[in-house]
């Protein structure tokens, strides 16, 4: 017995996007001309900076300390190397004298000082043959760029007897902001021409390869034009652009594959093009727009914590998911209503075998799908337990990760302030410019300053305690760790003087306090997001299945299919196996916001191909009752496009991970074996595997959830519902069967994970 409902007609929203679809093109032509001309120059608002946490006790120190004490605060470092002399040398030092002078005359540049004019031991080589002088850049982090841009050009190089090379924070992520600009350039020429290729070999024709591409290009334009103006509210972090990039291509090919492909079938049914868009709309349309949401979901998590690095990509992430989206949805239905047949011109096939037939499913690769996962069900506990055992052990070496904080080894080894900073650690003693700065605030005698620096002096990790320098009521006090700026020591040091009795309030700062204060903000909140994204995940995933049990499957299996991503990433960059070939310095450790940032979006991701291949499934298992056919038909209809589209994501990110900064080299090779391992490993293996061993069960729901279900549910084919959300829902002509559905299969080589042309809903009898 079957349900039916009323014959199909021309929805709303079909209507309203393909009723002026020259308009509607035009108008997109148009405000992606203005997003040009409002993105441009993003990159110089952008800052390389956003690992702290702006509530943190280090934060409040770090700003008072600029404000009472600039000159406590160094940002910019001059390495002067005398050669073979010693720095006392006459001739050295009187041309040190001369750089110093010149340096302090330089407008926005305060705090001047050199070894020459304190005679510090820190500032002076182990080896007598290179000093410091060290001077704070004044401003905001763009205005602080182009100080360093007027000035370094009559300080760098050779100086008489002196060689001078430049370095210091302002150095490093000036830098780092330039490297990153110039490897986004190069990424996007390697990306966009294979992304291409990728494409016109999926698809065949041209004409619709291009499509896609046109869709990610407007996402990012559109990205571009929305972090511009967020610059003028908020600090943006530079390394959003890579996610835009990645996003915006990666996503709207997606998007776009899915759309066009389930489009070309319905015209092979014969349909006139209306009639196609308004199916591919009610079906594959649902789907993005679901896909979408769960994306922005895991996206929008890094909203929860304080750093602007990871805010910020919860900003540039959903804006080029939805802007993804919405050009797939609005405009492309416009442009393939234009082009109709037409889509399917130039088709490239015929230069390698004019004349050949058009290829089936079954030729192409469907039926390879279908046995694959017949196979891995007949041996289901073997396909769970192993797969489940592999990335659990790819994931090991995650346990003996190590945080640490962005410094200049996230640059190449050839880099000039990379360079500098390689030569304090190795030569000099302590870790200059990488202490700890005390902050004391309250009214205090000398004796009492000279008490607390001497319990500070004897604590076990202090190599060395300068100061107080004393300005009204506050005071301050540097420590140099005996070892580097933020290892092990250097944190135990900094709960150490927190806890260290003083008369008087006590602030620390410094590169190893902005660790533990940031360790402790992401661990704090940490909870809250993952909370976020499994609830608002179970919710979607319910809305799409009216399953109970699949939203908690795709949630687990989601996060276990990150396994290998995390492994590899401590193995990789903290370990350092693969430097060499991958050619990046190995800090040692991991940078904190990191993992969260690449879970985030890899966990978006996966969700992205779960949405595709539980919708096929929830279809079939709606129109026939059969759940082990259902999952069978929705590896055979979507097995072929997730891989292409992972493909084509992962070509995406691993051209963002030829940066040679290791943090976007880390993202990019990261988040690509992150796709390929969901895409090939859990959909194809672990996915079917575990929906054989739940068997029907899969679907059970209580009563009050089916109602719910029922009425506010979503899923891809499915129509007539009331209250049903969606695009364009719709349902089989009246008294039709299951029979009276054409299921015409893909001339192309991977098939979609779309719908029948009509959809005949099971009753809950299963018939």
Not at 47 to 52: P, R, S
Not at 224 to 233: H, Y
Not at 349 to 362: E, I, M, N
Not at 379 to 406: D, E
Request: proline content about 5%; overall charge neutral.
């Amino acid at each position: 017995m079957t349900e039916v409902n009323s014959p199909p007609r021309v929805g709303r929203w079909t209507r309203l996007v393909t009723a002026r679809p020259r308009l509607s093109l035009l108008a997109a032509l148009v405000l992606t001309l203005l997003a040009v001309l409002a993105g441009s120059g993003v990159a110089d608002r952008l800052g390389a900076g956003g690992w702290e946490d702006p509530d943190a006790e280090s934060t409040y120190a770090t700003k008072a300390l600029e404000r009472q004490f600039p000159d406590s605060q160094p940002n910019l470092l001059l390495l002067v190397d005398a050669g073979d002399a010693s720095v006392d040398d006459p001739a050295v030092a009187a041309e040190a004298k001369r750089l110093t002078a010149r340096l302090a005359a330089e407008k926005d540049i305060t705090g001047v000082g050199s070894y020459w004019a304190a005679a510090s031991p820190a500032l002076r080589a182990e080896d007598g043959h290179e000093a410091l002088i060290a001077a704070r850049i004044t401003g905001d982090e763009k205005q602080m760029g182009e100080t360093l841009d007027r000035v370094a050009p009559s300080l760098r190089g050779t100086h008489g007897p002196v060689k001078v090379e430049i370095g210091g924070i302002v150095a490093v992520r000036h830098e780092m902001q330039t490297i990153i600009q110039e490897d986004l350039t190069r990424a996007e020429m390697i990306a966009l021409p294979i992304t291409l290729l990728l494409l016109v070999m999926v698809f065949g024709s041209a004409i619709a390869a291009l499509l896609p591409l046109g869709i990610g290009i407007v996402a990012i334009l559109g990205t571009n034009a929305v972090l511009r103006g967020l610059t003028e509210f908020t600090d943006v972090s530079v390394f959003a652009m890579n996610l835009t990039t990645a996003l915006g291509l990666g996503l709207a090919v997606d998007y776009a594959l899915f759309i066009v492909r389930r489009f070309r079938e319905e015209l092979a049914t014969g349909v006139d093009p209306s009639t196609a868009i308004g199916t591919t709309l009610r079906t594959a349309g649902r789907t993005v727009l679901f896909s979408a949401l769960t994306v922005a979901v895991s996206l929008a998590a890094m909203l929860l914590f304080p750093q602007y690095f990871l805010r910020s990509f919860a900003y540039a992430g959903m804006a080029v998911v939805l802007l993804a989206a919405a050009a797939a949805l609005i405009l492309l239905p416009a442009a393939l209503i234009l082009l109709g047949h037409r889509v399917n011109s130039l088709d490239l096939r015929r230069l390698f075998g004019r004349g050949a037939p058009k290829r089936t499913d079954a030729q192409d690769g469907g039926t390879a799908w279908a046995r694959g996962a017949a196979l891995v069900m007949r041996r289901a506990p073997f396909f769970a337990l192993g797969t489940t055992a592999v990335l659990v052990l790819l994931g090991l070496p995650f346990l003996g990760v190590k945080f640490g904080t962005a410094d200049d080894r996230q640059l190449p080894a050839s880099a000039e302030s990379h360079v500098v900073q390689q030569h304090l650690r190795d030569g000099f003693p302590g870790s200059p410019g990488g202490g700890l700065e005390v902050l004391a605030e309250g009214r205090a005698t000398p004796a009492q300053y000279a008490s607390y620096k001497e319990r500070i002096a004897a604590l076990p990790e202090v190599l060395r305690v300068d100061g107080p320098l004393v300005k009204g009521d506050s005071a301050y006090f540097t420590v140099q760790p005996r070892g580097e700026a933020v290892d092990a020591g250097a944190q135990r040091l900094v709960g150490e003087l927190r806890s260290t009795k003083a008369p008087f309030d006590t602030k620390v700062t410094g590169t190893a306090a902005v660790l533990v204060d940031s360790k402790h903000a992401i661990g704090d909140r940490l909870p809250w997001a993952a909370v976020f994204i499994t609830i608002v995940t179970l919710l979607l995933v319910f809305l799409l299945t009216g399953s109970v049990l699949i939203p908690i499957q795709a949630v687990l299996l989601n996060a276990l299919s990150l396994t290998a991503m995390f492994g590899a990433v401590v193995w990789v960059f903290q370990d350092g196996h693969l430097s060499g070939l991958l050619g990046f310095t190995s800090p040692g450790s991991i940078e904190t916001t990191l993992p969260v940032l690449m879970f985030c979006v890899a966990f978006g991701l996966s969700m992205d191909y779960g949405v595709f291949l539980l919708s096929r499934i929830k279809e079939e298992y709606d129109r026939t009752g059969d759940h082990e056919e259902a999952v069978r038909h929705g590896l055979q209809r979507t097995g072929g496009l997730i891989t292409a589209a992972a493909v084509i994501l992962a070509v995406v990110m691993v051209a963002i991970g030829t940066s040679r900064v290791t943090n976007t080299k880390m993202l990019g090779l990261g988040i690509a074996l992150a796709v390929l391992m969901d895409a090939m490993i859990v959909r194809s293996l672990l996915v079917p595997a575990v929906m054989r061993l739940t068997g029907r069960a899969t679907w059970w729901a209580p009563a009050p959830l089916r109602r719910f279900h029922e009425r506010f549910g979503l899923s891809e084919g499915e129509s007539g519902r009331p209250g049903g959300a969606g695009l364009d829902r719709h349902a089989a002509p009246r008294g039709a069967t299951s029979d009276d559905v054409p299921t015409e299969e893909s001339g192309e080589g991977m098939t979609d994970a779309s719908g029948d042309l009509r959809t005949i809903r099971r009753t809950p009898g299963g018939t």
